[in-house]
């Protein structure tokens, strides 16, 4: 089974600090995408990667940057939070082949900013 | 850019019985895939079926299918004899042909289902 991992699932942060959200796959997907869902927006990409070093604004980018160093680790930083920076992130991961495949997702992180 | 649009925020259906979550997208290309994920409470997102735009016939996987009516440019999913494991919200998505290894989705708003036991 393809297994997506994120640091945390609850995080609670002050207005200011640098966050960082991690997330973890193990089945050598080439993609790998941070998304922020909020209530009645449905899901918004942050930003994607298709490779290790490489990446892309999505529809949301500002406030955010992401590193990829490593081909199974995809991180999203928030360089310095913001209360509408809470919000739930959901990372996920796809295999990068010629034929179209689903996305696999993580169990996602409630990030809070007071 | 492309957009999806589910018009119902919720909806509720008694055990046993079929409901259909609609979905309309607004795209100028003629080669492009469609999905419904589910998203349980608490659990990740998974897949529960796509489309392709080049095939005519609908998408089946057991008691989900689609109705694809691509000059109307709607794609929504019905759920046969409902089961309580199927109380979730579903976000139907839209990913371009262009860009092969490239994979970018784009979401509706999505749908909450309830399941009346």
């Known amino acids: 089974d393809v297994k997506v991992t994120q640091s945390s699932r609850y995080l609670v942060k002050r207005t200011g600090e640098k966050v960082f959200l991690e997330c973890v796959q193990d089945?050598?997907?080439?993609?790998m995408f941070w998304y922020r869902q909020d209530p009645g927006l449905g899901l918004r990409l942050i930003y994607f990667?298709?490779?290790?070093?490489?990446?892309e604004k999505g529809d949301i980018p500002e406030g955010y940057s992401v590193s990829r160093e490593k081909k199974e680790r995809f991180s999203l930083i928030l360089e310095s939070a913001s209360t509408n920076q809470t919000s739930m992130y959901l990372c996920a991961s796809s295999p990068g082949t010629a034929a179209p495949s689903e996305q696999y997702f993580g169990p996602g992180t409630r990030l809070t900013v007071t | 850019a492309q957009t999806v649009t589910q018009s119902q925020p919720e909806m509720s259906v008694q055990e046993a019985e079929t409901v259909t979550l609609s979905c309309t997208y607004d795209t100028s290309e003629s080669d492009y895939y469609l999905f419904w994920y589910k998203q349980p409470p608490s659990r990740q997102m998974i897949l529960v079926i796509r489309?392709?735009?080049?095939?005519?016939q609908n998408a089946t996987e057991n008691r989900f299918s689609v109705n694809f009516q691509k000059a109307a440019k709607s794609f929504s999913l019905k759920i046969s004899d409902s089961q309580l494991g199927d109380a979730a919200m579903y976000f139907c998505a839209y990913r371009s042909g262009l860009n092969f290894g490239n994979e970018k989705l784009t979401f509706g708003t999505g749908t909450r289902l309830t399941i009346i036991p």
């Open positions: 089945m050598d997907h080439e993609n």
């Open positions: 489309q392709e735009a080049y095939k005519q």
């Open positions: 990667s298709y490779d290790v070093k490489m990446k």
